[in-house]
């Protein structure tokens, strides 16, 4: 009998937790300047874009500079954001071309809104810069590794993933009750609260508490928003 997958591959869980993801900071290589903020997000590509401003550490920089850029993934649970993952993506800064500039403005607004973005695409002072990725190290809290710049961009994000986050928010929100029942009845301990925390097509985690996480694998993976709609039913279910 063959057992259910567990989880998603490696490279897809990462690209998916990227699509998530906001840069924090950015780091020159080499460079003995401190890690500075950074703004903007993720392109479809997986590929941080970088939002810079006149006087900060890479504007007017030469294409090709080598950099680090942290990567942050967070889940909203009661009134408190908590870390999810960090992604450390190095490599080679590039402008974002004109002609892709409003179209990278706008994939990367939906999940970092940032009214500069615009300005940038309007010709005016902040910059679009592109990083070209060399590789990847992801931490996120159970897992840690490097994926390279190959296995990072041939993969994608889990196809189910903008429909999964709207049903971890709603059932977070929604049916708390529910999660913890789950949760008691998969761990056998009482559980004073718990939290859906992450949702693909391969299955679902809960957090019964800090540091404890528990995967349930579906019995085989699922292809649609109304089947996996389906089996976060039938785990939630008495």
Not at 176 to 187: D, G, I, M, W, Y
Not at 197 to 208: H, N
């Amino acid at each position: 009998m063959r057992r259910p997958v567990t989880a998603p591959p490696v490279p897809e869980r990462v690209r998916s937790l990227a699509a998530l993801a906001a840069p924090t900071h950015v780091s020159v290589a080499g460079s003995a300047v401190p890690a500075a903020v950074a703004r903007g997000g993720v392109d479809g590509e997986g590929r941080p874009v970088l939002l810079v401003k006149p006087g900060e550490i890479l504007h007017g920089a030469p294409a090709e500079t080598l950099v680090t850029v942290d990567l942050t993934v967070s889940r909203r649970i009661g009134d408190a954001e908590r870390p999810r993952a960090l992604l450390k993506v190095r490599g080679w800064t590039q402008p974002v071309p004109a002609a892709q500039a409003r179209a990278t403005a706008v994939a990367i607004a939906e999940a970092c809104p940032d009214e500069d973005l615009f300005e940038a695409v309007e010709g005016g002072a902040p910059a679009l810069l592109r990083v070209d990725v060399s590789h990847v190290i992801y931490l996120t809290g159970q897992e840690s590794g490097v994926l390279d710049a190959e296995s990072y961009l041939a993969s994608a994000p889990d196809p189910l993933l903008s429909q999964a986050e709207r049903m971890v928010r709603h059932v977070n929100e929604s049916h708390s009750a529910q999660v913890r029942e789950a949760a008691e009845r998969l761990t056998g301990e009482p559980a004073t609260e718990a939290w859906l925390w992450e949702l693909d097509r391969y299955g679902a985690t809960l957090r019964p508490g800090p540091g404890h996480l528990v995967r349930v694998a579906w019995p085989s993976p699922v292809t649609t928003p109304a089947a996996l709609g389906h089996a976060l039913t039938s785990l939630l279910r008495p």
